[in-house]
């Protein structure tokens, strides 16, 4: 599961003994505040930035939203999500999944290059725009991305047909690896 960082906007400007009080409440909860700001852009509000993981992780929006109210005191609404990446084929796969699609992630490290190919079914990518999907997993990856469409995936994610290599990739020339590559 990726580390999502949720802001959660008060909507009101707190005293300093309000908010430290919240900040502990959610402190001895187990809830890691990565920051806040003392002002909002709007005015009369105050952000946090609470990091999403560990016993929180399976938490949803909604929960964090009724956490921060109890603690605060005030009306709270969901701000900006964004995630941690450390650049892991786990990563890949969570931007894969919060686009709805499945696919095989593969790394070619024989050149030393570590770029990576995600395999993808060409049916999946009719209702995702590909550009979108690929700056994604360049941004989670900190690496080329490679997208090569097929006309199936498995449930295992990986190209229906044809032969695979170790790692899961199609064998270059075989007849999983589809000619209508994607160039990044």
């Known amino acids: 599961m990726p580390i999502a960082v949720v802001r959660i906007i008060l909507d009101s400007t707190l005293e300093t003994?309000?908010?430290?009080?919240?900040?502990?409440?959610?402190r001895?909860?187990?809830?890691?505040?990565?920051?806040?700001?003392a002002a909002h852009a709007e005015q009369g509000s105050t952000e946090l930035a609470l990091l999403r993981e560990g016993e929180f992780a399976d938490?949803?929006?909604?929960?964090?939203?009724?956490?921060c109210a109890t603690a605060f005191?005030?009306?709270?609404?969901?701000?900006?999500?964004?995630?941690?990446?450390?650049?892991?084929?786990?990563?890949?796969?969570?931007?894969?999944e919060r686009f709805g699609l499945s696919g095989a992630v593969s790394r070619d490290e024989a050149d030393g290059?570590?770029?990576v190919t995600v395999t993808l079914a060409r049916a999946d990518m009719r209702r995702v725009p590909e550009s979108r999907v690929h700056t994604a997993l360049e941004?989670?990856?900190?690496?080329?991305?490679?997208?090569?469409?097929?006309?199936?995936?498995?449930p295992a994610g990986n190209p229906a047909t044809g032969s695979f290599a170790?790692?899961?990739g199609p064998v270059p020339g075989s007849p999983g690896r589809?000619?209508?590559t994607v160039p990044s």
């Open 139 to 154: 941004a989670a990856l900190n690496e080329t991305v490679r997208i090569e469409l097929v006309d199936a995936i498995s």
């Open 17 to 26: 003994a309000q908010f430290a009080a919240g900040v502990a409440y959610l």
């Open 178 to 180: 589809n000619p209508d």
């Open 59 to 67: 938490w949803g929006d909604r929960e964090l939203l009724s956490l």
């Open 73 to 96: 005191g005030v009306p709270v609404r969901l701000g900006v999500v964004t995630y941690v990446s450390r650049g892991t084929d786990d990563d890949a796969r969570a931007v894969l």
């Open 113 to 115: 290059s570590g770029d």
């Open 28 to 37: 001895q909860r187990g809830a890691a505040l990565v920051e806040h700001t």
């Open 166 to 168: 170790e790692n899961g």
